[in-house]
């Protein structure tokens, strides 16, 4: 392009202006390192509320959690506290009345107030009425049974002029098993003693010689067991005798000073105690336990009741109770001058008491037995076992479970205990021997752990399941709705950082700044909120286009810099030039040649300053200070000189 106006053929001319106390010249080599300007950097409110953000986020999360932990517990804590609640009330509601209903004998009316009132109280109505009821039935049956063969023994003994103790009962086999099949016993074990006085002893070892082999094959044919009656006497000691701890336990003749209470007959015909002999004929006084009954019976001429061991020398050893019944001399119960000539015994299974005393579907209730006579629980037979005087039972529905040796009730329920007395014998302790404890069994019945997880329902994990469900809905309706929130900030944030590099373009990163710090303390005295991103369009206001401002009304930024070096840059030329070209081709060179100086600049750390035409206005030394600026200047002059040879040259031929 050859004309009188071409630019290419010309230099570019740079002024410097140094304004410095010092030479800035001083100890410059062509070595110094370039001064490069920082990359872009976002601002510092939007790092700072990306921050407070996220720690909001963050807070609201853990006072969520929080919140759901909290809700959660106390729902389940208080769903439980009051299960427990229901369980306490049905336990001890109405518990005096049931007792004070059974002492009066009003047993069907309190069960079911009792069922109807409190659950457990009328599981405990129906066990103490119940069982009670089966005691009392079994003390009449066998007062009966007693009567019957007092009056059979003397209408026989009428006629053969024959009196106790000589005299067997006839088919005592079949009448003991009449009086077990019309008690419910499972099981019993029935025994006759006859009253033998020392002067009859001998007379008395030949009757039963006698009458012994005579019931064994009555007792053969009617329980038809596997040995014969022959084979049962010639394992029967056939006089009166005991079991003589100084001779290994052998079976010795009594010689004892005081009336015998030898055994005459016995229901079912069977070997006790593991022993290889029969019991016939043994001396119930050195039985410990019965023999105390025995002599209570006979003094107060009433039936008692004890505890006792059964099955005892087998692993089937379990307690049970012991009822002595005596018998009269006469039929006349309420003959004042009657004797007691002979006893009726039976021993049965606590278990019988218990069984079938609930429906099915009642369960879990402890029912505790004791003695109130330590001395009479112990039933030591041929060096046996021995009983306790305290036995634990389980009741569930029809069904008795036998526990233990002990009291072995849950001590967390002593608070919901029910008792009453187990068979009231009216006995007078004044008609005993002085010393002599009266034998009274009392029932102490309590609730198990089984009947309270009975009232204990899923009701508390699911009350908490819906709560922590709610919570979990809330925590992802707030995740999806800070997802959307999330989104519109990126878009947002996205185009204000465009908006930011432009900023950052025109204004150093220092000055940039420091004038959104000041466009946020303006904001914060509009509204009293810190500046927010949605507030950034407001923000441009800081450059004051309109020219009808001072940054938002703000006190305008003017800093001295003592040590500065303006670099002024013009094209020779230029306006004869561009006088005869397109506008396109005059922006062409324009946008060309200052964006080099730009890039030029950015890594000098050269501030730009403004272009007006032709003219390219930089400083360095400001913002930031900078120890050698006019060294730096003129490295960024010549740089540019060099750039500006390299474009003209390539623009030559386009332009």
């Known amino acids: 392009m050859g004309d009188d106006h071409s630019i290419f053929s010309k230099k570019s001319s740079f002024t410097l202006f140094s304004n410095s106390s010092s030479n800035p010249f001083t100890d410059s080599t062509s070595n110094d390192p370039i001064h490069r300007r920082e990359p872009y950097q976002p601002p510092e409110v939007a790092k700072r509320e990306e921050a407070n953000i996220r720690r909001a986020k963050i807070l609201v999360v853990f006072i969520i959690i929080l919140a759901a932990t909290a809700v959660g517990a106390s729902t389940y804590l208080l769903v439980k506290d009051q299960e427990k609640t229901n369980f306490e009330n049905q336990v001890r509601k109405n518990n005096l009345y049931c007792i004070a209903q059974l002492s009066s004998g009003d047993d069907i009316l309190t069960m079911v107030l009792a069922s109807y009132d409190g659950q457990f109280a009328g599981y405990a109505s129906e066990i103490l009425t119940l069982s009670g009821q089966k005691a009392d039935q079994l003390f009449s ?164 009741m004890g505890f006792t061991v059964l099955d005892v020398g087998t692993d089937a050893a379990t307690p049970g109770s012991f009822i002595v019944h005596p018998i009269y001399d006469t039929a006349d119960s309420d003959a004042e001058d009657r004797e007691v000539v002979a006893f009726t015994g039976i021993r049965l299974h606590w278990l019988d008491y218990f069984k079938n005393v609930l429906t099915d579907g009642e369960f879990g209730v402890i029912l505790v037995l004791k003695s109130a006579c330590p001395n009479l629980c112990t039933f030591e037979q041929h060096g046996g076992a021995s009983a306790s005087s305290v036995v634990t039972y389980r009741i569930d529905g029809q069904t008795a479970e036998y ?76 995740l999806l709705y800070d997802y959307f929130v999330r989104r519109r900030q990126t878009i947002v944030m996205e185009r204000i950082m465009r908006q930011d590099k432009i900023v950052a373009n025109v204004f150093p990163t220092v000055i940039r700044d420091r004038l959104y710090q000041s466009q946020e303390k303006q904001q914060q005295r509009r509204g009293g909120r810190h500046f927010e991103h949605g507030d950034f369009n407001d923000s441009l206001d800081i450059l004051d286009i309109d020219g009808d401002s001072n940054i938002s009304g703000s006190s305008p930024m003017a800093d001295l810099f003592p040590s500065v070096t303006v670099v002024f ?33 950015y890594r000098h750390n050269v501030f730009k300053v403004e272009t007006v035409g032709d003219c390219y206005v930089s400083a360095v030394g400001l913002p930031e200070p900078v120890d050698k600026h006019a060294v730096v200047a003129c490295k960024f002059a010549r740089a540019c000189k060099m750039k500006m040879k390299e474009i003209t040259l390539k623009l030559e031929v386009s332009l």
């Not at 394992?235 to 701890?245: A, G, K, S, W």
């Not at 009701?459 to 707030?478: C, E, R």
């Not at 040649?593 to 030029?600: C, V």
């Open 141 to 304: 049956a066998l007062d009966a049974f007693s009567v019957s063969i007092a009056s059979q023994a003397i209408s026989e003994n009428a006629l053969r002029n024959t009196s106790w103790p000589f005299y067997a009962v006839p088919d005592w086999s079949i009448k003991a098993q009449g009086l077990a099949q019309l008690t419910g016993v499972s099981e019993p074990d029935l025994v006759l003693f006859s009253i033998v006085q020392v002067d009859e002893r001998d007379e008395f070892n030949e009757f039963a010689t006698q009458a012994v082999p005579k019931w064994y094959q009555e007792s053969v044919e009617n329980e038809k067991p596997e040995m014969t009656a022959n084979e049962f006497w010639q394992r029967t000691v056939p006089f009166i005798h005991f079991f003589d701890p100084e001779n290994n336990f052998q079976p010795s003749p009594d010689p004892g000073n005081s009336d015998f209470l030898p055994v005459l007959h016995f229901y079912p015909l069977r070997f006790h105690a593991g022993l290889p002999i029969l019991p016939t004929l043994f001396n119930a006084v050195h039985a410990t336990g019965s023999d105390v009954l025995l002599n209570i019976s006979r003094t107060i001429r009433r039936p008692v």
């Open 403 to 478: 526990l233990g040796d002990s009291d072995l009730h849950n001590p967390k329920y002593d608070g919901m205990e029910i008792t009453d007395v187990f068979v009231d014998l009216g006995i007078d302790e004044s008609e005993l021997p002085k010393g002599t404890c009266v034998p009274t069994l009392t029932l102490h019945v309590y609730p198990s752990e089984d009947l309270e997880q009975s009232f204990q329902t899923s009701n508390a994990i699911q009350y908490t399941g819906v709560v922590a469900a709610s919570f979990i809905f809330t925590s992802l309706v707030f």
């Open 569 to 601: 840059a013009d094209i020779a030329g230029f306006t004869a030039w561009s006088s005869a070209r397109e506008p396109h081709q005059v922006f062409v060179l324009l946008e060309t040649i200052y964006g080099a100086f730009d890039k030029i600049a």
